[in-house]
């Protein structure tokens, strides 16, 4: 049913609105639904969990709406045991496509894929009647340890906000909203309702923000979630920097805030920072905020602009649905198949064991449960009871029909077992074997954290001995994250799917036998040891802090600038062909704020089979002025080449993408100097570089006070001579002097204002030299005192 209703009408309809009612419509419905008002004929609207996949939970949405049932309903989900099976996990939940996790489907790269995952998400609520899907999730992967890792898209911002915004393009083109989330700073499931995340604010700006900041600007999502983490002390949901300074007024963000579930401890204070609508429904909470309302503590203008938000998100939503949708789940599912085959990386391919030749071998040992049970998803509220389920052992059994396929539990192989000696015979007779391994079953999920970066007991220990026996063995991963591979050196082959989805089965087998080139790249560094991850000093926190100790250097910056051989770096990937990059260009050799730069690149497939290849274009600073990254993701483009065939491809990059953060000047600034533009395969393979001047202010390190050194102070020509100008007019000085006593003032290691005092005594006045020095800040574009 569609609500068509002016501007003017949603503001009148507040205007009717009791402070009960107002309070109501503020707050959720159940624990899916936003408020009906009858009595002024207020449609509600239905939103569920997904970004994978949407799940309908047919207790939660269709059954009683009691604050006990819904409480408890909700808690079995988020705790569910997928190692149990289906039927325990999802219970009646309605089957729908589980398409790849966010971090199996990072790895594609690929943002017309991620429009087309938009349109079947899409078209899959539509045909449930859901108006919302809450999601996609795009923290920050900072530790390959969080609980929630597998629901995002990788490590940097750039990556993260541009595969969000082409889902969120494609499911509101289709009539269905997004909730952008979790913002902010949601990186680890450790007592995560309580635990502060401290940010300092480059990095908070740079990498925790910039994803979303990004993802905002290019789709426009109807909905931000905030988490429910603190964020340097302040709880996200009641956050009035996060939700109106920084959303609101920096970014412009006109659509609804919305909590994540249960996130909003103080109501009232949530309100008044910027969070319209509180999930789920909470009679308590809405009590809170009604008090507050009455005794003036919530100002009657926040409620107001809060119902008005939700009016419009209804309207909105009302709006974009369509009746009497089908979806053609068999059309989704060879989707999840093609998006799982798109996102799986070829970590290692020696000796070209693979492709298999499926019509060659005669013997193929398969090792391991997920080859039987394949795992596709990680566990908690985004899971997605799937409408069919690719079974990697059947489809190699399609793949190689004349080969005898056996296939081994781990516990065959243990010591002194009657099934050891018969087990250990066909991996010797094996032409080929083939390890399915995975991470713990239904640990790797939404409220808890990894505890380790092994795979699951026994496994890392049974590859290693089994690779020494027959070293023709490929290992298939299935994990939420990164791993580790203590067993890297003994194994021919790496294929990594992360968690692909009910596709995944067909997609690895497609893979293994040359069906499909691999074409995925990592979108997380690997770390050789858990010792080596960024964080790891300070990782999880205690006494309810979490220092995000590394800065802003995330993941392949860390590794970067420590000069850390990683196990496998960020944007890595084989491919079962080759392909050379030739004359890299820019378009313009010198940009400024406003510019835009456009990155060319000749690339040929030089191998003998099609192949599809993710191009990556990084940003290093030759001078920087503030502490930087080594280099910088700032674009990418994935091409599809036949063999021999070359296509120029161009990269558009925004100067404002090349900016960094300053806390001192509270600005985004762009460096002043040398900038090399390089073209790479992978983080750690540029293929070409081009060198281009930035024209920028050149300013001090910090804002210029009485307090500042004097060689911050005279470092830069401008401010030098203005500074000398000041001493030669103050002092009566000749222009010797005042030489000189620029060359006396910069060798110390006082303030300014106390090195010119302690020659000058009182004939320069603090205040005059203040006066000076605020003059000298707005003419570099700074306000006085703190920028602007």
Known sequence: MTWNVSDKELAELVEQMTPEEKVTLVSGQGLWRTATNYRLNIPEILMTDGTYGVRYSIEQIDGPQDNDSQLASFLSVVNADLSRGVEDAFGST????????????????????????????????????????????????????????????????????????????????????????????????????????????????????????????????????????????????????????????????????????????????????????????????????????????????????????????????????????????????????????????????????????????????????????????????????????????????????????????????????????????????????????????????????????????????????????????????????????????????????????????????????????????????????????????????????HLYSEGIHVGYRSYDKRKLQPLFPFGFGLSYTTFDYANVAVDRDRIDADSTLTVSVEVTNTGLVAGKEIVQVYTRPHAPRLMRPLRELKGFSKIDLQPGETKRVSIVIEARDLRYYDPDYRRWLLDAGKLSIEVASSSRDIRGECLISVEAVALPLTVLSVESQPSVVLEQEFARKRFGAFLQAQLDLDDNETQKMLEYCSGSFLGIYNTVAWVAGDKITKSDMSALLDGINRDLGVAPGRAG
């Open 94 to 545: 309605r089957p729908a496509t589980c398409f790849p996790n966010g971090s199996s489907f990072g790895c594609s790269w690929d943002v017309d894929l991620a429009y087309e995952l938009g349109e079947a998400l899409a078209a899959e609520c539509q045909a449930f009647g859901v108006h919302i899907l809450l999601g996609p999730g795009i923290n920050i992967r900072r530790t390959a340890l969080a609980g929630r890792s597998y629901e995002y898209y990788g490590e940097d911002p750039v990556i993260s906000g541009d595969i969000a915004a082409a889902v969120i393009n494609g499911m509101q083109d289709n009539g269905v909203g997004a909730s952008l989330k979790h913002f902010a700073c949601n990186n680890s499931e450790v007592q995560r309702t309580t635990m502060s995340s401290d940010v300092e604010e480059r990095a908070l700006r740079e990498i925790y923000l910039k994803g979303f900041e990004r993802a905002i600007r290019k789709s426009n999502p109807w909905t931000v979630m905030s988490s429910y983490n603190r964020l340097n002390g302040v709880q996200t949901a009641e956050n009035h920097w996060l939700l109106t300074e920084v959303l609101r007024d920096e970014w412009g963000y006109d659509g609804l805030v919305m909590s994540d579930w249960h996130g909003i401890k103080d109501r009232p204070a949530s309100l008044n920072a910027g969070n319209d609508l509180d999930m789920p429904e909470s009679g308590a909470r809405k009590q809170e905020l009604l008090e507050a309302v009455n005794d003036g503590r919530v100002p009657s203008g926040a409620l107001d602009q809060a119902c008005l938000r939700v009016l419009k998100l209804v309207r909105t939503a009302r709006n974009g649905a369509c009746e009497d949708v089908t979806v053609d789940y068999r059309m989704h599912h060879a989707l999840a198949q093609r998006m799982a085959a798109e996102s799986t990386v070829l970590l290692k391919n020696e000796g070209g064991l693979l492709p298999l030749g499926g019509a060659k071998l005669k013997r193929i040992a398969v090792v391991g449960p997920a080859a039987k049970d394949p795992v596709i998803q990680g566990s908690g509220c985004a899971t997605t009871r799937p409408t069919d389920v690719d079974v990697p052992l059947d489809e190699i059994r399609r793949l190689a029909p004349s080969a005898a396929i056996g296939f081994h539990a781990v516990s065959d192989f243990d010591a002194g077992s009657a099934s050891e000696e018969a087990a250990l015979a066909d991996i010797d007779a094996a032409d080929t074997v083939l390890f399915f391994g995975n991470t713990e079953v239904g640990y790797d999920g939404e409220g808890s954290d990894r505890t380790h970066l092994n795979l699951h007991d026994g496994q890392d220990e049974l590859i290693d001995r089994l690779a020494r026996r027959n070293g023709k063995l490929a290992v298939i991963l299935a994990t939420p994250d990164a791993v580790v591979m203590p067993w890297i050196g003994q194994v021919a082959a790496v294929v990594s799917a992360f968690f692909g989805g009910q596709g995944a089965g067909r997609a690895v087998a497609d893979i293994l036998f040359g069906v499909q080139n691999p074409c995925g790249k990592l979108t997380v560094t690997f770390p050789a040891h858990l010792e080596d991850t960024p964080g790891f000093l300070s990782y999880p926190g205690e006494n309810n802090r």
